[in-house]
């Protein structure tokens, strides 16, 4: 039997960020990042998730982040999960 530390890839290296709906599993050290990836990003001490597109970072609210403004975000980390609470769950597997 696996354990959710196992199915979510959950080791030294990451972290749990609280969400509106339960938690991101989050990967410090992420490397390459890949196109198409979500990371959780720093922008001016507020944090938030954006996917990386091309050469710029596009956050949840649509917003693209490009060109000298990058130089301002800090990369956090690569998100690999999210987990959410199963009351807060719009559609549950059981």
């Keep these: 039997m696996q354990t959710l530390d ?4 959950v080791s030294a290296t990451t972290g ?5 709906t339960g938690y991101a599993v989050v990967e410090a050290n992420p490397g390459k990042l890949e196109q198409g990836c ?3 990003i720093s922008l001016y001490g507020a ?3 954006a996917k990386l597109m091309g050469q710029a ?3 949840e609210d ?3 982040i490009e060109g ?3 130089e301002d975000i ?9 987990v959410n609470r199963a009351g807060e769950d719009e559609c549950p597997f059981m």
């Design 74 to 82: 800090i990369v956090l980390g690569r998100v690999t999960n999210f």
């Design 6 to 9: 196992a199915i979510c890839g």
């Design 57 to 59: 970072f596009i956050t």
């Design 38 to 40: 979500l990371v959780v």
């Design 62 to 64: 649509g917003e693209a």
């Design 16 to 20: 749990l960020l609280p969400t509106a």
């Design 47 to 49: 944090t938030q998730f």
């Design 68 to 70: 000298e403004a990058l």
